[in-house]
């Protein structure tokens, strides 16, 4: 499974980046989506994750409230819209897809996930 990101870019904090993640060989499937971070030198971590069904998600404690993850079936796309930007969020963000997972499930370890994006850079100036 390919996954394609796009929507990276130098934005000023306060403010917002939509991210887009593409299955462009792909019909609909039916898998979960995450979307994760990391940093020069860090390990990778979970930012956002939604169901297949899309009925359930789950973020991280730093995002909540600012990160929205969300996906078109009809596009085969998952999203993840990020406002009041902060600094801190610098990063390239990666996409990736856990295939086995139930209906309405979610997972927010990395080493869940089968299928990883090559990522997007996100840079927040002060």
């Known amino acids: 499974v390919q996954l394609v990101e796009s929507g990276g870019g130098l934005v000023q904090a306060g403010g917002s980046l939509r991210l887009s993640c593409a299955a462009p060989?792909?019909?609909?499937?039916?898998?979960?989506r995450g979307w994760f971070r990391q940093t020069p030198g860090k390990e990778r971590d979970f930012v956002a994750a939604?169901?297949?069904?899309?009925?359930?998600?789950v973020y991280a404690d730093s995002v909540k409230g600012r990160f929205t993850i969300s996906r078109d079936d009809t596009k085969n796309l998952v999203y993840l819209q990020m406002n009041r930007l902060k600094p801190e969020d610098t990063a390239v963000y990666y996409c990736?897809?856990?295939?086995?997972?139930?209906?309405?499930?979610?997972?927010?370890?990395?080493?869940?996930?089968?299928?990883w994006g090559q990522g997007t850079q996100v840079t927040v100036s002060s």
């Open positions: 990736a897809a856990d295939v086995d997972t139930s209906f309405n499930g979610v997972d927010y370890r990395a080493a869940s996930y089968d299928y």
């Open positions: 060989n792909r019909a609909r499937d039916h898998y979960a």
């Open positions: 939604i169901s297949w069904s899309g009925s359930n998600t």
